[in-house]
């Protein structure tokens, strides 16, 4: 497979660079992977696609306000994005960024009046800070949304909450898990008193996700690593699911990729926490172990969250689907619309 297959045009005009003024409001294009049916339809119909005794997995990871403008003792600006959490117990005294113009190990940079000492120039564009204060708090303070650069735009104060998700709950993303920005506690308590099983799990999702792949041979791009939880709860969950002949439903290709990256401890051990760094690069040619249906949105062309979707309803499929949502004027990429493939 080569890059160039997972190509498709998008107009401009439909890339969403603002949330719908209402959240939940989205169009919802309904996909059934066996045979290419599609329907179109609205975010709040998805409780039509769920039954009684489906699992829906959710990522309950909460994005910081991961854009930093520093400044040097000289005057100079700088501009810093924090590196997502991995592990259960980061230090954000001494963390990564990765950073814009020019930095030396040395280097002293002020964010409000807190002062922060690149230590180590990784290469590639990443150093490693140290500050006396903590980075998520100054982040939090001085911080502002690492919004994807295609919107073209700066964040405002919308963002801090529409780029968020309603369950967000354990900080450590620099990039929202996009397919849940579109789902509403009222949909949640529809879905649950339906008798569909609401279950989470933790993927803090990295500006890796959405880099560019830079080889031609789709097999041989190498997939970041990025930390993930998965409670003992929701793996029981899933069991009990699988062994009663329910679905598995991962609400995003983020939590697609942790489960599918576990697979093997969720479905043949006794249910117990995991943890770990999920760096699985999912494409055509995957068999999924773990989900039974996906709820995702409209990706970028050629990048590797569309190979995730593509693998799961087959390029044949998904392809005249997003040609139909062009050619229907849906929106596009993270405040655009949504799909779900069943």
């Given at each position: 497979?080569?890059l160039?297959d997972?190509?498709y ?6 890339i969403?660079d603002q ?8 169009r919802?294009?309904a996909?059934n992977r066996?045979?290419?049916?599609i329907?179109?339809?609205?975010y709040?119909?998805?409780v039509?696609?769920?039954?009684a005794?489906?699992v ?9 306000k991961?854009?930093?403008h520093?400044r040097?003792?000289?005057?100079g600006?700088?501009?810093?994005v ?6 259960s117990r980061d230090d954000?005294f001494?963390?990564k960024v ?10 002293t940079?002020?964010?409000g009046d ?15 800070v140290r500050?006396q ?9 001085y ?6 650069p ?6 405002t104060?919308?963002d ?10 354990e900080?450590g ?11 509403t506690?009222e949909i949640l308590a529809?879905?649950?008193a ?9 993927l803090h999702v990295?500006l ?9 041979d789709v097999?041989?791009?190498t997939m970041?690593?990025?930390y993930f939880?998965i409670p003992?709860?929701t793996?029981?969950?899933?069991q009990?699911?699988?062994a ?6 991962a ?7 942790t489960l599918?990256?576990?697979?093997r ?11 770990g760094e999920a760096?699985i690069?999912?494409y ?11 709820i ?8 590797t ?6 693998a799961?309803?087959?390029w044949?499929?998904?392809r005249?689907a997003?040609?139909?949502?062009v ?6 990429f993270s ?8």
């Amino acid at each position: 497979m080569q890059l160039s297959d997972f190509h498709y045009d998008i107009p401009h005009e439909l890339i969403a660079d603002q949330p719908p003024a209402v959240r939940g409001t989205s169009r919802l294009l309904a996909l059934n992977r066996r045979t290419g049916v599609i329907n179109d339809r609205h975010y709040p119909d998805i409780v039509d696609y769920l039954n009684a005794g489906d699992v829906l997995v959710i990522n309950d990871t909460k994005v910081l306000k991961a854009r930093l403008h520093a400044r040097k003792p000289s005057g100079g600006e700088r501009e810093l994005v924090l590196v997502e959490q991995h592990g259960s117990r980061d230090d954000w005294f001494r963390h990564k960024v990765i950073y814009r113009r020019k930095l030396h190990a040395g280097d002293t940079l002020f964010v409000g009046d807190d002062e922060l000492v690149v230590e180590e120039i990784l290469g590639g564009g990443i150093a490693v800070v140290r500050s006396q204060r903590s980075l998520l708090d100054i982040a939090e303070e001085y911080g502002s949304v690492p919004l994807p650069p295609y919107m073209n735009r700066d964040a405002t104060p919308t963002d801090i909450e529409r780029y968020q998700t309603v369950f967000a709950r354990e900080i450590g993303s620099v990039a929202a898990p996009t397919a849940s920005l579109n789902m509403t506690d009222e949909i949640l308590a529809q879905l649950h008193a339906k008798g569909v099983i609401i279950a989470h799990a933790t993927l803090h999702v990295g500006l890796g996700t959405f880099l560019p792949i830079r080889v031609d041979d789709v097999a041989k791009h190498t997939m970041h690593q990025e930390y993930f939880s998965i409670p003992a709860a929701t793996i029981a969950a899933i069991q009990a699911a699988k062994a009663s002949g329910n679905r598995v439903i991962a609400l995003g290709t983020t939590m697609t990729r942790t489960l599918e990256y576990a697979h093997r401890q969720i479905l043949h051990e006794s249910p117990h926490d995991i943890t770990g760094e999920a760096d699985i690069f999912i494409y055509p040619g995957y068999k999924f172990q773990v989900i039974d249906a996906l709820i995702t949105n409209f990706h970028l062309p050629e990048s590797t969250v569309l190979m995730l979707a593509a693998a799961f309803a087959g390029w044949n499929i998904l392809r005249p689907a997003y040609e139909h949502a062009v050619a229907e004027q849906y929106r596009f990429f993270s405040y655009g619309d949504s799909m779900i493939i069943a």
